[in-house]
């Protein structure tokens, strides 16, 4: 059985793998909201902004629509 420092250093090593790839795929969302930005002229701070507001608005949304959803949030 491993013990915690054991276990520990999997971990590192798990995450050492793993940030190039999450740091991959910040990059391109990032690509593509730049690439809706110049294709559509809205700027992306206003895109990310406005999805944020409706995300705000989202449970009131699905207590209205989805019959029992005020118990599951």
Do not use: C, F
């Amino acid at each position: 059985m491993k013990d915690l420092k054991d276990l520990r250093v999997e971990i590192d090593a798990i995450d050492s793998e793993l940030a190039p790839l999450v740091a991959r795929r910040l990059k391109l969302a990032d690509d593509v909201a730049a690439a809706v930005s110049s294709l559509s002229g809205v700027p992306v701070e206003r895109m990310t902004l406005a999805s944020a507001e409706q995300l705000l608005g989202i449970e009131k949304e699905l207590n209205g629509v989805v019959v029992g959803q005020e118990d599951a949030i």
